[in-house]
Structure formats: C-alpha cells, structure tokens
C-alpha cells in the first residue's frame, strides 16, 4: 500500500525552519523506516522546497523535495498523474490537502489515523477497528460539515 506523507505539514515546520533544524526531519523519517520495518508499505515523504545535503533517506522510506511547486501541489500532481489514485493514501493534517487529495481519487488520513493504522488489534491480527473510521464523512452524515456550516 503506498503512503504519501506531506512531510513539513507532519513535522510541523515551515521549509526555512525545517532546513535549519534537519534532526526533526531526521527523528521523523527515521520513525518512518521503523513503521515500514515492522508494517511494509511503500513510504514516499514529500518535503517543501529542495535539499542541498541530499543525504540518503533510511531504509523503506523515500523522500521527494518538491521545490520549485509546494509539497501540497507536488503530491497533487503525482495524484493526478498515477494509474491507480485510488490505492494511494496521503498522510497530512492539512485539512484542505486532504480534501483535494479526494478530489483527484486517492484516499487521505491524518496522522493520528496512520497511527492507529499501523498499531495492531488487541487480538493481534493487524489494524485496531477504529482505523476504518472515517471521520469526515461521519461527520456529513450527521451535517456537521464545515460546508454546511
């Protein structure tokens, strides 16, 4: 299943700051790699502007510097460009990507989610149930869409 994070939107840092301060972003994808060591997956992070260190990413984790576009538009554009959209989950807390992201056919969760996602069940066998949720259309389905609002 391939993941597509918005990496500066997860580490919460403006591209200024997040090149200044690389151990964030270092913390981040190297808990990426653990992710993908003990789940698999195929794990693309999409950072803001571009990276001249250019260091290697850690195993099971690729990353792609969006610069001269956004990270936001890079990661719609590649949406729009795939075969299957639909087996693509983009991971954001930007509640405005992650409406877009549907808009060009793939799926979207937040962090929170991943994590859920990514825990086993109690039981042991994969995904705890609450990672079906989807909270947004509960939230049309009881009209308290921000649209309607």
């Given at each position: 299943?391939?993941?597509?994070?918005?990496?500066?939107?997860?580490i919460?840092?403006?591209?200024?700051?997040?090149?200044?301060?690389?151990?964030?972003?270092?913390?981040?994808?190297?808990?990426?790699?653990?992710?993908?060591?003990?789940?698999?997956?195929?794990?693309?992070?999409?950072?803001?502007?571009?990276?001249?260190?250019?260091?290697?990413?850690?195993?099971?984790?690729?990353?792609?510097?969006?610069?001269?576009?956004?990270?936001?538009?890079?990661?719609?554009?590649?949406?729009?460009?795939?075969?299957?959209?639909?087996?693509?989950?983009?991971?954001?807390?930007?509640?405005?990507l992650?409406?877009r992201?549907?808009?060009?056919?793939?799926?979207?969760?937040?962090?929170?989610?991943?994590?859920?996602?990514?825990?086993?069940?109690?039981?042991?066998?994969?995904?705890?149930?609450?990672?079906?949720?989807?909270?947004?259309?509960?939230?049309?389905?009881?009209?308290?869409?921000?649209?309607?609002?």
């Open positions: 299943m391939p993941y597509w994070f918005d990496g500066n939107n997860l919460g840092q403006s591209t200024a700051r997040a090149s200044a301060d690389r151990e964030t972003r270092r913390q981040f994808l190297s808990h990426l790699s653990t992710r993908f060591r003990s789940k698999g997956g195929r794990f693309l992070v999409y950072f803001d502007g571009d990276d001249p260190d250019r260091s290697m990413p850690p195993p099971g984790v690729k990353i792609r510097f969006s610069a001269p576009l956004s990270s936001d538009d890079a990661i719609l554009r590649d949406i729009a460009a795939a075969r299957n959209p639909a087996d693509i989950i983009v991971v954001t807390n930007d509640r405005g992650a409406s992201t549907k808009d060009f056919g793939a799926k979207s969760v937040t962090w929170a989610e991943f994590d859920v996602r990514q825990k086993p069940a109690p039981d042991g066998r994969g995904a705890s149930p609450e990672a079906a949720v989807d909270v947004d259309e509960w939230m049309r389905y009881f009209g308290m869409d921000d649209e309607k609002n």
